[in-house]
Nanobody, 115 residues
Framework: QVQLVESGGGLVQPGESLRLSCTGSLNDFSIYTVGWFRQAPGKQREQVATISSGGRTNYPDSVEGRFTISRDNAKNAVNLQMNSLKPEDTAVYYC?????????WGQGTQVTVSS
């Protein structure tokens, strides 16, 4: 059974940083597009950052320049460095891995940005 396990969430003040990590039990992790999505209360889940098997990254305007995604295929890991956090970044963050018709999700980790 495929598992994606997130870590690194928590409570921070506006302007501070957090680093999220996710490790997966996928075989051939390197061929998957992996990334992070988030869901705030009362809102739909939205993409935060993705990185393809070839290393191409994609960010929405809301996090461009503040968040950086990276992957370590040797460790089956994907990381999200979040800087200059804002209260509107508060959400549950989910790790994702997808390829063709297969997609997998982690259980989520809470990120709260509040003074």
């Amino acid at each position: 059974q495929v598992q994606l396990v997130e870590s690194g969430g928590g409570l921070v003040q506006p302007g501070e940083s957090l680093r999220l990590s996710c490790t997966g039990s996928l075989n051939d992790f390197s061929i998957y597009t992996v990334g992070w999505f988030r869901q705030a209360p009362g809102k739909q889940r939205e993409q935060v950052a993705t990185i393809s098997s070839g290393g191409r990254t994609n960010y929405p305007d809301s996090v461009e320049g503040r968040f950086t995604i990276s992957r370590d295929n040797a460790k089956n890991a994907v990381n999200l460095q979040m800087n200059s956090l804002k209260p509107e970044d508060t959400a549950v963050y989910y790790c994702y891995a997808g390829r063709m018709r297969s997609s997998y999700w982690g259980q989520g980790t809470q990120v709260t940005v509040s003074s």
